[in-house]
């Protein structure tokens, strides 16, 4: 999906030439809103998930915003916050950071994913996009 229009690949030029003009803050609540809205959709229309066309119109929007938002930001903030003496070590830090939590996230769920249904788990992922981005 990633070399695909729409995929994360267009979303990050995208994000390289618009950055400056639209703000970093800017961008990451609407890859996190639309995000969101893309999980609600398919909260709302479960049936979606069996018909292929809609299923990856949403998930490539879906897609697209996560790399064209929170991932171009995740990267660009750290660089530009921590001071130069220490961004690589900060840097490497918070990127530890994040993959400790996704790591727990992942455990946490491991369990109950398994017995909820693919609505649930829509709705899961879109109370969690709409939390990131508030």
């Not at 949403?58 to 750290?78: H, I, K, L």
């Not at 996230?105 to 649930?120: K, M, Q």
Request: aromatic letters at 14%.
């Amino acid at each position: 999906m990633d070399h695909l229009p729409g995929g994360g690949c267009t979303g990050y030029i995208l994000a390289a030439f618009t950055i400056d003009r639209l703000g970093r803050k800017w961008i990451q609540c609407v890859g996190f809103g639309v995000m969101a809205i893309a999980y609600l959709l398919l909260a709302f229309v479960p049936q979606l998930t069996t018909i292929t066309a809609p299923f990856l119109l949403a998930y490539g929007v879906s897609y697209f915003f996560t790399e064209f938002g929170p991932n171009v930001t995740t990267f660009v903030y750290p660089a530009e916050i921590f001071p130069v003496m220490v961004r690589s070590t900060a840097h490497g830090l918070a990127a530890a950071l994040g993959k400790v939590g996704a790591f727990i996230g992942a455990l946490a769920f491991r369990s109950s994913w398994h017995n909820i249904s693919c609505r649930e788990r829509c709705w899961s992922r879109a109370l969690s996009q709409s939390w990131d981005s508030s």
